[in-house]
């Protein structure tokens, strides 16, 4: 396998709701080390996330890079990192009409992000993995052909190593 693609908030990260500021980041039990281990072995480390608190009008698209710039941090001081970030902002009900959009190409389940990851970087759909915690990152794996996993909470590392022989 050369890439492991996440949902983040759920899998990286507790879900709280919206996740707008970086100073509310609480890691999943596991993750951190999942991704230092990893990035050991030569994987990509891809996120691929709805965020729809921005077209809410909830937080910025600035925000969302600053609590990826926490994630970063966070992870360097373990020697992990994370290769590439794709964020969905658009939502059907999006309160500022930049990010209004009935079904955006992006938006999980669509595989909008997913197909961009693989293009970006060369990769053939049997060569990567996402992990999700919700139906819809499932769907958008088959749908762009990538094998999905439920994370259903718990240590993710250990899941990882369980599910996917990483």
């Known amino acids: 396998m050369k890439a492991v693609?996440?949902?983040?908030?759920?899998?990286?990260?507790k879900d709280r709701g919206f996740l707008g500021r970086a100073d509310d980041l609480e890691w999943i039990a596991g993750a951190k080390r999942a991704i230092a281990r990893l990035k050991a072995l030569g994987v990509l480390v891809?996120?691929?996330t709805n965020q729809s608190g921005v077209g809410r009008g909830l937080f910025t698209l600035e925000d969302v890079d600053a609590v990826h710039a926490r994630m970063q941090a966070d992870l360097a001081a373990d020697g992990g990192r994370?290769?590439?970030?794709y964020v969905c902002p658009f939502h059907p009900e999006?309160?500022?009409?930049c990010f209004r959009h009935a079904d955006h190409p992006d938006r999980k389940p669509n595989p909008g992000m997913v197909?961009?990851?693989l293009a970006d970087f060369g990769l053939d759909p049997t060569e990567a993995v996402l992990?999700?915690?919700?139906p819809r990152d499932i769907e958008a794996a088959v749908r762009a052909g990538v094998r999905g996993v439920l994370f259903e909470g718990g240590d993710l590392d250990a899941f990882l190593e369980q599910t996917i022989g990483v």
Not at 82 to 85: E, G, L, S
Not at 94 to 97: C, E, H, P, Q
């Open 5 to 13: 693609i996440f949902d983040r908030d759920g899998v990286l990260n």
């Open 46 to 48: 891809i996120v691929a």
């Open 82 to 85: 994370i290769d590439a970030f």
């Open 94 to 97: 999006a309160v500022l009409a």
């Open 115 to 117: 197909q961009r990851a």
């Open 131 to 134: 992990v999700g915690d919700q």
